[in-house]
């Protein structure tokens, strides 16, 4: 291989190691690693693209933060030249499940995969070029396949390797049934490689098996195996599970700037960090000195995540949709965060007053152009609202809250 | 059920208890033995034929002794009126191991497939009526099968289910390997019973998993579940090993007389009972006597072997056949088998005799028509040759051994 590197002219190498390293960036596993470099680099020498295959359940379509893991990696793939190809896994959509045990899995119609893909397309648009990927499904040739393509599909692989995989071993070991069908998932999967000749195939953590039996099968066909890219997988708002559906723990792509903003402050503190790495599009210094602030304490969690929450609401919406779900969360879901200790004072004044008035009279501020700026910045609140009007009368009632900046607080009492 | 009986006359109840203890007679399991009561009790009721299902590999048209045991038990169903299903595994023939790893089972092609399957109808012929059998090629349905028929077959089974089968455990646990697509050969037998709505289907013992999967994909199917018969299976010549073609170790139906006959005395003593029982046509009473006398002692094994040599050849030849063979044996193989104290006589008479006078002359019968009679009844051999000549002219040399009956010998000097 040697060989085929020197055809390459200096800059191609760079080239080259450029995108390996993106590539390789944030990964949980490359495999392998030097194959990736070669594909990497006769794609630049005969200028030919990579096929970057992602499959996709077709019962899904909501796609969540968890999935943009992988999506922005394709990002990366695209922005870079190569082709995306989604799956959407339609064959075995159709089917569902023949045993009738999983309620989950049920039989889709055509007209359901249909829409889902679309709900995928759109919802990729956000993150993707859509108009560059190119988009199958698999029943195309999968269910051109008959019981002597089967066949020769299953010789390629034993069974104590399908056992491997881990759910399997775990449920046979402890008596719990494997129905013999579900062997063909990953087998068909797999299959989708070799029939679209893919370069490189992402998947979770939780995919390893199954996204590798695409290189297996491929080799089993005389095709060039492809390279496995395993992505971590996302935690959940719940900081437990992977982020999913079925867990309700996730944030929806398409989801308004309020919720989204507001699931993002839900996230538990310890992973800040990894929802910075994984799914905004910061850049790595950005998320070294946010990771830095976090872990030397200069840096409050609650600020980093009313950025992550702010990054987030801008990167699927816009600028103007972040700073107002930031304004939101904090007018509406910081309530109740009062500290307990607001020291009470008594007002002898009117009854309505002017807020810049009102703000110098109880030395909050220091002169009424000094409260105009206060509240332009936003920083002046009325029982936890924000005050954006530098005018407005201010009827005095009995508990009134004003907050100036972060930790000033005043209670009244008349 | 019992208002199911109910129906039945009084005659034809006794009929079903007929028919009932025919069939399982002799065999190792009837799975299960009541439900086969009620299968031959609608038969009766309805006027219907029961469908007896033979499952065939096309790769082995070499019938032997060893298959005999099934077609026997074949021909008994088929002598009370039911239909006999024989099916040509052809689709497994046609793929043959995908794996290339088994030169045993090669890709057959079509015209070889056609020609073994000939090849097994003209060898059952010599128990079966073959007009009256129904005869199938498994390639007509398996081969219409695509991926979604073969998952939704699949889902019928767990994969803990399949490991039970005895080769399967053992090569998993011994960390041989199981290619996933031998899964599907026990999987394919059983999908033939359903296609062919077999009421009863006959294997060996070793047969015992794929048989009753038909059995279970019957059910899975919707459809009225097979019985299972299992029989026994035949050691072959060497007492230990399955009869079978690779171990050599067979008697072929198409064998010549000869050879049948003498492969036959070749089997272990404590094999005579199960080949009579197992693959002769003699009755029950015949069988039992056999038995006894061999058992009390009052049969010498060697005539025992020698009627099951006869009795064999006249069931695959002739009568006729059985004869000759036990002449030809007695008169070459029997050679070398004669005892070591055989007196010596010295003969003085002419150098040429009459073999009445000789045996009158040596006192070995005590008249000429004595002699005659024991002549006739094969019981005198010169040099180990039967005598059927009573006016044969006998030429006196050296050592020439005279044989009466099976204890009196003479060797004679000049």
Redesign the interface.
């Known amino acids: 291989m040697s060989d085929f590197f020197e055809q390459l002219t200096s800059e191609q190498r760079i080239e080259v190691e450029r995108q390996l390293a993106i590539y390789s960036n944030g990964v949980s596993e490359v495999i392998p690693l030097n194959e990736l470099k070669i594909k990497v680099a006769k794609s630049i020498l005969k200028e030919k693209p990579l096929k970057i295959k992602l499959g996709l359940d077709p019962s899904a379509p909501d796609v969540h933060l968890g999935h943009t893991v992988v999506l922005n990696k394709l990002k990366q793939f695209q922005e870079n030249g190569h082709v995306i190809q989604l799956i959407i896994g339609d064959?075995t959509g159709?089917?569902g499940?023949?045993?009738g045990k999983s309620v989950a899995r049920k039989q889709l119609t055509n007209e359901e995969v249909q829409h889902n893909a679309k709900t995928y397309f759109e919802q990729f648009s956000k993150v993707l070029d859509m108009d560059k990927v190119e988009l199958y499904y698999n029943s195309k040739w999968?269910?051109?396949?008959?019981?002597?393509?089967?066949?020769?599909?299953?010789?390629?692989?034993?069974?104590?390797r399908?056992?491997e995989r881990n759910d399997?071993s775990e449920r046979?070991s402890t008596?719990k049934?494997?129905?013999?069908?579900e062997?063909?998932y990953p087998?068909?999967q797999g299959y989708d490689s070799v029939m679209l000749e893919s370069d490189v195939e992402l998947g979770g953590t939780d995919q390893h098996f199954n996204v590798l039996m695409g290189r297996h099968l491929q080799e089993h066909y005389g095709k060039e195996k492809q390279i496995v890219i395993m992505l971590p997988l996302l935690e959940g708002l719940d900081g437990v599970d992977k982020m999913s559906k079925s867990k309700n723990n996730y944030i929806g792509v398409d989801e308004e700037p309020n919720q989204m903003y507001g699931k993002t402050m839900s996230i538990p503190d310890e992973l800040i960090t990894k929802y910075f790495n994984l799914i905004t599009d910061l850049s790595v210094e950005e998320k070294n000195k946010i990771s830095e602030g976090l872990s030397e304490g200069t840096l409050h969690p609650r600020d980093a995540k009313m950025l992550l929450g702010k990054t987030i609401v801008r990167m699927y919406h816009s600028e103007e949709a972040a700073r107002k779900a930031e304004e939101h969360f904090t007018t509406v879901f910081q309530k109740g965060s009062l500290p307990d200790d607001i020291p009470v004072v008594e007002w002898k004044g009117d009854s309505e007053v002017g807020i810049l008035d009102l703000l110098v009279e109880l030395n909050l501020q220091s002169s009424k152009s000094e409260a105009r700026r206060m509240i332009q910045n936003g920083g002046v609140r009325l029982n936890e609202e924000k005050v954006s009007d530098v005018n407005v009368l201010v009827t005095i009632i009995d508990g009134l809250i004003l907050q100036v900046g972060k930790r000033k607080f005043v209670k009244l009492t008349k």
């Not at 393509?149 to 034993?158: E, G, H, K, M, P």
């Open positions: 064959f159709k089917i499940d023949p045993t999968l269910s051109e396949l008959n019981l002597e393509d089967v066949i020769n599909l299953s010789a390629s692989i034993t069974v104590a399908l056992l399997f046979l008596g049934p494997i129905s013999l069908h062997f063909f087998l068909m």
